[in-house]
């Protein structure tokens, strides 16, 4: 069975320009939550999606923002990119969201 | 508002020795508690967790354990494996409207030294 699939595993962005990320939950999984990952911050939560409807969300300004498709895919997008943003992005997928939370690789975001 | 305490930051240990990692959870309503390990370029993978109606929990060389009363828990690995060098996480969570909300630790550091 595949695991949590994120693209890009990179990206290089400059301030202002905004950028989507994109995840593709196990197969069978329909929640998918994300997190940004920074040095000595742990995991940040951002927010979750399940059945293409937004259900939690984590304290981060509105140019942060995700959807889900029809197949449980996900993409999160940042607008108006900032330095601050430079992070690892995490996607994790579960079953129905109260069950054990699956990471991806994670999608690597610097911000010159 | 709702936070996870992890503590050390790093920790260095003989291989052979036992680790000990212990978070502390400010929702007294938290009722799971995982644990995640990440290697270098990976994402979290989840190694142990443990309920909130559960005192302790083993799975080979790791344990966690629970103090509901204190709003402690610990991770517990023996005879420490230079392939458990990772960075690791604590997490307590709880239900809400039908969804579990994660709060993460700030992660620990472990080196095991061959």
């Known amino acids: 069975k595949a695991g949590v699939t994120q693209t890009p595993r990179y990206l290089i962005k400059t301030r202002g320009q905004q950028v989507t990320l994109s995840c593709s939950p196990i197969?069978?999984?329909?929640?998918v939550s994300w997190y940004q990952q920074t040095p000595g911050q742990g995991l940040q939560f951002l927010f979750e999606y399940f059945s293409e409807t937004q259900r939690n969300k984590g304290n981060f300004p509105g140019r942060f923002s995700g959807r889900q498709f029809s197949n449980s895919r996900s993409e999160m997008n940042v607008s108006t990119l900032e330095l601050g943003d430079s992070a690892l992005y995490l996607c994790?997928?579960?079953?129905?969201?109260?069950?054990?939370?699956?990471f991806g690789s994670g999608t690597q975001l610097s911000v010159l | 508002g709702e936070n996870v305490e992890q503590h050390p930051s790093t920790l260095s240990v003989q291989e052979g020795d036992s680790a000990v990692i212990k978070c502390t959870y400010s929702?007294?309503?938290?009722?799971?508690f995982p644990w995640y390990k990440q290697e270098l370029g990976k994402g979290p993978q989840l190694i142990i967790d443990i309920r909130s109606n559960v005192g302790e929990k083993k799975d080979q060389r790791i344990a966690v354990t629970l103090n509901k009363t204190a709003k402690h828990f610990s991770l517990h690995i023996t005879e420490t494996q230079p392939e458990d060098s990772a960075v690791y996480f604590c997490?307590?969570?709880?239900?809400?409207?039908?969804?579990?909300?994660?709060?993460f630790g700030t992660g620990t550091r472990l080196k095991v030294l061959a």
């Open positions: 929702d007294s309503a938290s009722n799971y």
């Open positions: 997490a307590a969570s709880r239900d809400t409207s039908g969804t579990y909300k994660y709060i």
């Open positions: 994790a997928s579960s079953l129905t969201g109260n069950e054990k939370l699956f």
């Open positions: 197969s069978g999984h329909r929640s």
